[in-house]
């Protein structure tokens, strides 16, 4: 195996595959979406080359809620790292506490993450319903009917509304990377800790958080980009309704390509994306690169 390794034929037949792989199916659409993103096209007829036209439009004299979107992926990035991330890591602190039935709750609620996106959408939309939905329905059994209301429905409540659901899906994600990180750490540690007197807080804040840290920088990642390219329960759920109020990117480069067939224009949001992807990822690595060192 040693001489294996150490052969570069051997090396470059074993990551080929996997490197062809990554360039058909990641590389080339993004070269090619920067490219259609020059064009005013409409994905048949003749392409005609604008150069970064489309790019002006989306923030320049926009008319179909672009800034808009972008704000409300904007939103579940914030909402993301104040709530998802610290509610996961507070169920990996507890779970991973050795308490009794964790391989129970560990299951229950990774479950969310293996089901359909599809039936996540359709079992929340029967939740909000605004005539028989469970929500609905627990606010007048105790008293609060006036705050019934067709949450997917408004304005002010259709965005918030549709966060739930992905809060919902991914904190068992989330949950589960941290718990495993958590579980990598040594019981000497703690052990030694204890000995010194070390409350089970301080335990928690002095030593398992400091020591995850690369974990959460890959959870605060994955949550961050999640969020700036969320896509599939908005559509299930709003579609982007009602007026835009829960459009985002993803949503609005769909309709611009599979409805305005203004694929050109599509492509340039897809860029963004990607790039807007590439700086908060950046962003994210620069700040704990900064927290690593001061551990």
């Known amino acids: 195996m040693k001489n294996i390794f150490a052969d570069k034929k051997a090396i470059f037949l074993f990551m080929l595959p996997a490197t062809l792989f990554f360039l058909l199916i990641i590389v080339l659409p993004v070269i090619l979406s920067g490219y259609y993103s020059t064009l005013d ?11 970064i036209d489309n790019f002006k439009e989306l923030f320049i004299n926009n008319k179909d809620g672009f800034p808009k979107a972008v704000m409300n992926s904007l939103f579940f990035l914030v909402v993301s790292l104040v709530i998802q991330i610290p509610i996961s890591l507070i169920l990996a602190l507890v779970l991973a506490n050795d308490i009794k039935g964790e391989g129970f709750f560990r299951t229950v609620f990774f479950i969310p993450v293996v089901l ?8 929340w939309m029967k939740i909000y319903n605004p005539d028989y939905g469970l929500l609905n329905t627990f606010l007048r ?25 992905i809060l919902w899906q991914y904190v068992g994600y989330h949950m589960l990377l941290l718990y495993a990180a958590i579980k990598t750490i040594s019981p000497d540690i703690y052990e030694a800790a204890q000995i010194d007197g070390a409350s089970s807080r301080k335990m928690a ?3 398992t958080i400091p020591l995850i840290i690369p974990m959460l920088k890959v959870s605060t990642i994955l949550s961050v980009t999640g969020s700036l390219k969320v896509f599939d329960l908005v559509f299930v759920l709003t579609n982007g309704g009602p007026a835009g109020a829960s459009e985002v990117p993803s949503t609005l480069m769909v309709k611009s390509i599979f409805n305005s067939y203004r694929y050109g224009y599509g492509s340039a949001m897809a860029v963004f994306i990607i790039i807007e992807c590439f700086i908060f990822t950046a962003l994210a690595r620069g700040i704990f690169s900064q927290i690593e060192k001061r551990y």
Do not use: D, H
Not at 41 to 51: D, L, M, P, R, V
Not at 146 to 154: C, F, K, N, S, T
């Open 116 to 123: 359909a996106t599809v039936v996540i959408g359709q079992l």
């Open 141 to 165: 059994a105790i008293g609060l009917g006036r705050w019934a209301r067709a949450w997917l429905g408004e304005m002010n409540t259709a965005l918030g509304a549709s966060f739930v659901p």
């Open 41 to 51: 096209w409409n994905g048949f007829g003749i392409a005609k080359f604008i150069g």
């Open 205 to 207: 804040t002095k030593i």
